[in-house]
Structures are given as structure tokens and as C-alpha cells.
């Protein structure tokens, strides 16, 4: 769920007695209200982030989850090279302070191997995956619902790499370990499914995609509902 605009990141308005509204003019033509209020809380995030960083220091807790926080916003308003430097800030703070396996290090070394991906630079993202998930095995345990986060994503960026074969083996070791730890409605192990049938689909394999696909329909549809955002892809994927 979205936050709103004028509110913190705990849903809390931040100017009482104001609203921020989009409006549309009669003829359809956007008026500058809505980039108005993404500009404001980037302004506001940004703020907070350098006072942190002013008042406690660039490796304490709070300031390196507003920079994280800044730097996902910017991402999701599309502007993922403006979040870039934020994020290599952060990871380079994390490593610093915290240590190279800090689940916080992990955490941040994620979020850029992703914000890299969104830049089309995956060849870049994929040794931040394979040291986040070697760290978070050694760390966490190969069944930690972090690390098999982070051997989907690896996964992933082998396929967009032209390399399905290579995420094969991880998206189905990624499955199996999710319904044994999470269960088969949970919404990592349905994006596992997807994943995997993304992957055999890559491969040429639709015979071996499309139960997975239905197996994730029905199950969506139980845990999810029929009109839920992720049911409807499932349902366009089969399509």
C-alpha cells in the first residue's frame, strides 16, 4: 500500500490541516500537482537524510535507512540513476561500519544490485547477488527467507543476462526451499513459480511452464483473491 502524499513513511501527516491533491484540468491535460508532491517528498526524504547524516553520522542506523528510503523513492518514481550513488553510499557506509555480512550490508547490497537492474546495467548487479547470497547462506542459512529472496534474484538477473540455464538450477532449488519453509500459498514461493516458469519459458520448455503457471493461478487466486493485482498477471501469463 502507497504511501500518501504529505504523509512519513509511517503513514503520519506531516503538514496538518493541508492536503496534497492531483488534479486534471477539463481537456485531459496533467496539471504539474502530482510531480509537485513527488517533488516535495523527495525534498522532504532528502532533508531528513542529510540531517542524519549531519547529527548522528553517515554509518549510524537511522541514517543509512533514510538514504535507503530516499533512494527507493527515487527508484519507484523511475528515477533509478538519481538513487544510484545513494545506494553505493549506503553499502559503502554499511561495509564500513557494520561488516560485509551485516544483514543491514546485505540489505543495502541488494537494493543496488536491483537498482542497477532497473538501469539495464545487470552485468554490474550480478556479483552484488552472488555475494549477498553467499553471505546470507554462510550467515543466515540457506533456508532464510533473505537468502532465498536473494537466490531469486540472482536467478533473475542470469536470465535477463541470456543465461536460463545458469537460473535454472537456483530457481528450482529457490521453489523447493519456499514451499518447505513458507508453504505453497506464500507469496515468495508463487513468485518462485512464476520465476521458474519465466525460466523454462526462456528455455523453450512451455510444456513444463504452463502447469507451474496454473499451479500459482490457483493458488493466488485462494490466497490472493481472483482480481488481486498478481492473480491478473498470473492469468495474462497463460493467456
Not at 491535460?29 to 510531480?35: D, L, T
Not at 545487470?122 to 533456508?143: K, M
Not at 537456483?170 to 513458507?182: A, G, I, N
Not at 513444463?208 to 490457483?218: G, K, S, V
Request: contains cysteine; negative net charge.
Amino acid at each position: 500500500e502507497g504511501l500518501g502524499l504529505g504523509c512519513n513513511r509511517w503513514s503520519e501527516k506531516q503538514f496538518p490541516g493541508r492536503d496534497v491533491k492531483v488534479v486534471q484540468s477539463i481537456d485531459g491535460a496533467s496539471v504539474r500537482s502530482g510531480k509537485a508532491g513527488a517533488d516535495l517528498k523527495i525534498a522532504v526524504l532528502r532533508r531528513r537524510a542529510e540531517g542524519l547524516q549531519q547529527s548522528h553520522g553517515e554509518a549510524h542506523p537511522d541514517t543509512l535507512v533514510a538514504l535507503g528510503d530516499l533512494a527507493a523513492t527515487l527508484r519507484e518514481l523511475g528515477r533509478p540513476g538519481e538513487a544510484e550513488p545513494l545506494e553505493r553510499q549506503r553499502l559503502e557506509a554499511s561495509e564500513r561500519c557494520l561488516g560485509p555480512e551485516h544483514p543491514r550490508t546485505l540489505i543495502a547490497m541488494g537494493n543496488l544490485a536491483f537498482t542497477l537492474r532497473a538501469l539495464g546495467r545487470a552485468q554490474e548487479a550480478e556479483p552484488l547477488e552472488q555475494r549477498r547470497l553467499e553471505a546470507s547462506e554462510s550467515t543466515l542459512g540457506i533456508s532464510h527467507q533473505h537468502t532465498l529472496v536473494a537466490m531469486g534474484n540472482l536467478a533473475t538477473t542470469r536470465r535477463e543476462l541470456g543465461r536460463p540455464r545458469e537460473a535454472e538450477s537456483l530457481d528450482w532449488k529457490r521453489l523447493q526451499m519456499s514451499e518447505k519453509v513458507l508453504g505453497g500459498e506464500h507469496p515468495d514461493t508463487l513468485e518462485a513459480l512464476g520465476n521458474l516458469a519465466a525460466t523454462l519459458s526462456e528455455l523453450g520448455r512451455y510444456a513444463e511452464a504452463e502447469p507451474l503457471d496454473r499451479r500459482r493461478l490457483e493458488a493466488s487466486e485462494r490466497a490472493l483473491g481472483q482480481n488481486h493485482p498478481d492473480t491478473l498477471i498470473v492469468i495474462g501469463n497463460l493467456a
